[in-house]
């Protein structure tokens, strides 16, 4: 946090800016909304268990509601099935959000480039990170946590991001 | 011996299946398919034919028949009056060749979405033609037949409909339940799935068989090495050829270890449903261990690729005992632990038994097999049906539950982890020296040192990866006893190195067929134990 101590009134008071306060605060309890589809999903379950525990990083709050996250994990195949409700998901999220493409078929498609897979998830929502791997290893997962925060602090808190994104499934 | 199908005439189709279940016993139906002749190299009589497999109700014998189909639009006889797993198999033919079932009750798309035009998997449609999907069907129409049925009525009896998926916590995965609800409980039900629908089988039409493999990884993700194990067996098995000992003792190793994954992670899931975190804990943690065992041995953790055609990747690595010693003790703590809480827990046994019982006759009718179908009393596993693998050498038993419900499940999913590790026990100390994989220039690669030195053994590598293996003519299907059940590969090949079509059939597939009829009259909270309970795994479930 960028806070210069100014001593005019010795330690009771700290001057800083009303964006390193809110970004502090939220860089340490983003609160993930897992969207696990396939094999990835597994991995991040992994993620989650003691072993990695992401709660080291403040990320272990899952919510399964998107209207309490704030974070978009999606870990898995995006068929053109599975499209229409992703972007439903993303859209009932409230602003700031974050999204983290988890392996090779969320960010590219992966290995499926046939009639059922979606090539890449930043086709119809705005991606912040991209994890590589098939699947990625869990420290790979903490590692894309671990980005998003530090994206994050450089943020102005109080700004809709993304407003310029238009993916394939918003109306014209 | 190949198991190749019989000639049918299409008139004759309903009566010889009805013969063959009444009379002859072949009460399983296990798999509908279809072949499209239309890049076969010798024309074909007409452009499709459909392929029906079955069991035996004594489990060792497969029949197989085939017919031509002469005009897809108007089809050939639905047999789903005979079968109820021939219902969503005929649907999934119907959208993935345009093949028409003469009075079928819902004869509609399962896989590819409802917006999809054309049938993807025939030979003219183009592997990389996708088609954006904007929403979802409400699926009414599947709904008010079934209502209807039971003289209910949404707004006269009250009723509440409410979506249990696809993005749920608790639907594992992608799946979607619509549930009619009379206050807590279901009075009727029904199921989509295809929303993890890959495209395996249009994929392995376009790879040669040993780029396949990772696909096959990702079918039942949990016990990826299984349906590598699988396929190659299948693939083997239409060349006639057999692995060294050693190279089989592998096999049995690391397909019972994934069984046991497989099961520590249903389990584990499922007792997370229940609100059971602890046994969550006990029951996940010691399965990072087996990925640590994997990992050091396959150099993956989750979808290792591990099997080739004509054997694997590499051998054991030295030290692999102990590692694999330590694992099975983990294990074995992680199960006792679980088991402590749960077997004299009130909660566990009231919430679970006598919760969407399957009698062994439902059970059949619906296609059910492995621990699900064990779990309804029906004494059939391959591994003692039609032992390969020299299973029949080994001593473990079968388990088999007694009424079919959700206790019994997952009950008979604990003890078979202890069988399975009593396997691995024994295979550990009888695995003996020697070759892994089939000597044979034609299959297995030459080593790496040999192909940097010589022309001879580059000229070989090169062929290999280029052309693939090279796999006779003709057509076959292969089973495997996996962690949920029959997987069983249909292989036509034309002789070259990529095939000419491969069908799998998917345990889960026809599990969660039955899902939404055994959920009726049971609360919305005994549903989702249920699914978690029957280990339905998107990915093989949906290819
Ligand atoms: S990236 Fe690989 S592991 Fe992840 S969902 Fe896709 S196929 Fe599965």
Known sequence: MDVSNTHLLDEAVVTTTIDAVINWGREASLWPFVFGTACCAIEFMSTAASRYDISRFGAEVLRFSPRHADLLVVAGTISYKQAPILKQIYDQMPEPKWVIAVGACASTGGFYDNYTTLQGIDEIVPVDVYVAGCPPRPEAIIDAILDIQRQLKREKSFEVRNTEFKGKLDDA | ?543
């Open chain 2, 1 to 543: 011996m190949l198991n190749t199908p019989i000639i049918l005439q299409s008139s004759e189709l309903f009566q010889t299946i009805t013969h063959a279940k009444n009379v002859l016993g072949f009460t399983l139906l296990l798999d509908i398919t279809a072949i499209d002749n239309l890049h076969k190299k010798r024309p074909a009589s007409t452009r499709f034919e459909l392929v029906y497999i079955l069991r035996h109700a004594a489990f060792k014998e497969t029949l197989l028949y085939k017919v031509s189909v002469a005009d897809e639009t108007l089809g050939v006889e639905s047999i789903s009056s005979l079968f109820g797993s021939a219902e969503w198999a005929e649907r999934e033919v119907y959208d993935q060749y345009g093949i028409h079932f003469i009075n079928h009750p819902m004869l509609k798309r399962v896989l590819n979405h409802m917006q999809f035009v054309g049938h993807p998997l025939r030979k003219d449609y183009t592997i990389t033609k996708g088609q954006y999907c904007t929403s979802s069907q409400d699926l009414m129409d599947e709904m008010k037949p079934l209502l209807k049925h039971r003289n209910l009525d949404l707004n006269n009896d009250n009723l509440m409909v409410v979506n249990l998926g696809p993005s749920h916590p608790a639907s594992h995965g992608t799946i979607r339940t619509l549930a009619a609800l009379d206050g807590e409980t279901i009075v009727a039900a029904a199921a989509e799935i295809g929303y993890l629908h890959r495209g395996f089988e249009k994929s392995c039409e376009n790879h040669n068989y040993n780029q396949i493999i990772p696909y096959t990884d990702r079918l039942n993700y949990c016990s990826a090495i299984m349906n590598n194990i699988a396929f190659a067996k299948t693939v083997e098995e239409m060349m006639g050829i057999t692995l060294p000992e050693r190279g089989i003792y592998i096999r049995i190793i690391v397909a019972e270890l994934s069984r046991v994954i497989d099961h520590l992670v249903c389990l584990a899931a499922g007792l997370l449903d229940m609100g059971g975190q602890t046994n969550y804990w006990y029951l996940y943690n010691p399965r990072d261990n087996a990925y640590d065992f994997l990992s050091k041995l396959t150099g993956a953790r989750l979808t290792n690729s591990y099997m080739r055609i004509g054997g694997m990747a590499h051998d054991l690595y030295e030290g692999w005992e102990g590692d694999l010693r330590d694992v099975l003790t983990k294990i074995d703590f992680g199960i006792t632990e679980s088991l402590k809480m749960i077997t004299h827990n009130r909660i566990f046994n009231d919430r679970l038994q006598n919760i969407s019982p399957v009698s062994a006759k439902q059970a059949i009718d619906y296609g059910f097999t492995g621990p699900n179908l064990r779990a309804s009393g029906v004494a059939y596993d391959l591994r003692f049906a039609k032992p390969y693998y020299g299973y029949e050498t080994f001593d473990f038993d079968m388990v088999i539950g007694s009424v079919g419900d959700t206790y019994d499940r997952m009950m008979v999913r604990f003890d078979e982890m202890n069988e399975s590790m009593k396997i691995i026990r024994q295979a550990m100390s009888r695995i003996p020296d020697g070759d892994i994989n089939v000597n044979d220039r034609r299959i297995t690669m030459p080593a790496k040192g040999c192909v940097y030195g010589g022309i001879e053994d580059m000229m070989n590598q090169f062929k290999l990866v280029i052309e693939g293996v090279h796999v006779p003519k003709g057509e076959h299907y292969g089973s495997f006893e996996a962690a949920n059940g029959e997987l069983g590969f249909y292989i036509v090949s034309d002789g070259s190195g990529t095939p000419y079509k491969v069908k799998v059939r998917p345990p889960s597939f026809y599990h969660m067929a039955a899902y939404p009829k055994i959920i009726e009259n049971y609360q919305v909270a005994d549903a989702i134990l249920t699914l978690g309970s029957l280990n339905i795994i998107a990915g093989e479930m949906d290819r």
